[in-house]
């Protein structure tokens, strides 16, 4: 397979995707090296596609189903667990998050967490980096969108929230 197909196939694989796809699971696929597949990827950037990365693989951006609301919460690094497990404990998915960082505005990363564990895999990689993903001395608001089928289901996240960190939380339409 030549580059050219090679790097089509990467993005038609990446589009029928539900979930992200690891740079190890493609390049096990096509038969080349990881860093042959990040080339590719990057290449498909600069000709246009859009594609993420995410901590877990590489997306292309999906047509959210449902509802989609932020919820904008001031948290600390501890009360991060809680909070995205209240956000899919009620049905909901976190696309990515928003942090208003005083330096240097608002920062994007794309999360798509669904599920408890992939909650816990976050966190471990947090952990296991030492890092926070946010400076705990910086005030930040983090606005996670979730789409959800319900209404009920956001409004549930907000009330869970609030309750579990005993902050205001507010959805966003």
Known sequence: ??????????????????????????????????????GDIALLRSSGEEILATPRGYVTPKEARGILRRVAVKHTPQEMEAELNTIVDNGCTV????????????????????NRY???????????????????????????????????SARRVRCAHCASCWRKTEIKG
């Open 118 to 152: 992939e909650v816990s895999q976050f966190i471990e990689r947090c952990k296991r980096r030492s890092r926070c993903p946010v400076s705990p001395t910086a005030s930040t608001c983090t606005r996670s969108r979730v789409p959800t089928r319900r209404r009920s």
């Open 95 to 114: 696309i990515d998050v928003i942090v208003d960082h005083p330096i240097y505005g608002q920062l994007t990363g794309p999360l798509q967490i669904s």
């Open 1 to 38: 397979m030549h580059s050219d197909e090679r790097r089509k196939a990467i993005a038609d694989v990446l589009h029928a995707a539900d979930a992200p796809v690891s740079a190890s699971a493609l390049a096990e696929k096509f038969s080349v090296s990881r860093q042959i597949i990040v």
